[in-house]
């Protein structure tokens, strides 16, 4: 079936280095993908998207990067901060938009961020 | 403005007893999803509401579960004869019809004992 997975489930780094958060898709017909920050006792919080029609897109102190023909997606944080540490999902939705109310989000499993100190 | 909220944030009950989970979406959304994630796992889709439309149960682990959505905004998960393995965090989000972006509430703590 369709699935959405994370290279790596835990990542630790250095504050203040640059993190880089891996996941790869399967579904080659997803328009929108999604990434989530999931704090310890919280729900996940929208952090930044991107669409198929785009390669890159910035936020504050993050980027989202997508290639397309190896159906990779990256998130990188620059600068990481104590206050980053969270689990990160990565999500894809399994339709394109329009196909349907059966267009729902593909969670991948998460990885888990530590920043040290 | 609101978020998502639900109700209780955490809940605690016998096995074989049945629960309620509420959930409020933010106002004009139309889309609703309940999402369920064990302890150090990713989110497990249970059920989606999308205005008028039939809801998609392909989620539900069972029949014992079900959920409700009244006049298109608060919706209320039901698990009959809960069992052990039904503990977990139950999340619910919501969207507007336009856009895609998923808001979640803070979830309801499920213990089954």
């Known amino acids: 079936g369709e699935s959405v997975g994370l290279h790596l489930p835990t990542l630790s780094v250095q504050e203040g280095d640059n993190s880089i958060i891996n996941c790869a898709y399967s579904?080659?017909?997803?328009?929108?993908f999604i990434w989530y920050k999931q704090e310890s006792g919280k729900g996940p919080q929208f952090i930044i998207d991107?669409?198929?029609n785009m390669d890159k897109r910035q936020g504050q102190r993050v980027t989202v990067l997508l290639n397309k023909t190896v159906k990779h997606l990256s998130l990188q944080i620059a600068a990481t901060q104590p206050g980053d540490s969270a689990v990160y999902f990565c999500?894809?939705?399994?339709?394109?938009?329009?196909?349907?109310?059966?267009?729902?989000?593909?969670w991948g499993l998460g990885t888990s961020l530590a920043v040290n100190p | 403005g609101a978020g998502v909220s639900q109700s209780p944030s955490n809940k605690v009950t016998e096995k074989g007893k049945d629960v309620e989970l509420r959930c409020d979406p933010i106002?004009?959304?139309?889309?609703l999803y309940w999402y369920r994630q064990s302890l150090g796992q990713g989110l497990e889709f249970l059920i989606y509401?999308?205005?008028?439309?039939?809801?998609?149960k392909s989620g539900l682990p069972s029949d014992r579960f079900s959920a409700e959505r009244t006049g298109g905004s608060v919706s209320t998960l039901t698990i009959q004869r809960t069992q052990q393995e039904d503990s977990a965090v139950y999340l619910c989000?919501?969207?507007?019809?336009?856009?895609?972006?998923?808001?979640f509430g803070p979830g309801t703590r499920l213990t089954v004992l």
């Open positions: 989000a919501s969207n507007r019809l336009s856009t895609d972006t998923q808001y």
């Open positions: 106002s004009g959304h139309t889309a």
């Open positions: 509401f999308q205005g008028n439309s039939a809801p998609d």
């Open positions: 579904n080659s017909a997803s328009d929108y």
């Open positions: 991107i669409r198929s």
């Open positions: 999500a894809e939705y399994n339709t394109p938009n329009g196909a349907g109310n059966n267009r729902k989000l593909i």
